[in-house]
């Protein structure tokens, strides 16, 4: 790259319901963008490039949540997930 502007985010949405005291189903939404604007040098010339590249991830997932105290208030959790990518 030799000159040139890049831009990346990324947004990302969680939410689940338990469905019993220790057990949650989840759903993970992601999107993502990459762009840029600019020159590039590809040799032996320079290119004048504008690029947008987006993605979209979603998660469904398994919780669930094992408390090491009588109170509760501190647990060890394991999630089990399969992710479907889209770029």
Known sequence: MIDGNSINYDV???GGYYS???NMIG?????NEMRFTGTL???PDTV???SITR???ITPNLRTSLPLTATERLSFFVMI????IYE
Do not use: P
Not at 27 to 31: A, D, V
Not at 81 to 84: D, I
């Open 20 to 22: 019993g005291d220790y």
């Open 48 to 50: 004048q490039s504008n």
């Open 41 to 43: 040098f590809q040799d």
């Open 27 to 31: 759903l993970n939404l992601e999107y």
């Open 81 to 84: 997930g399969l992710e479907f």
């Open 12 to 14: 990302s949405l969680k």
């Open 55 to 57: 993605g979209y991830t």
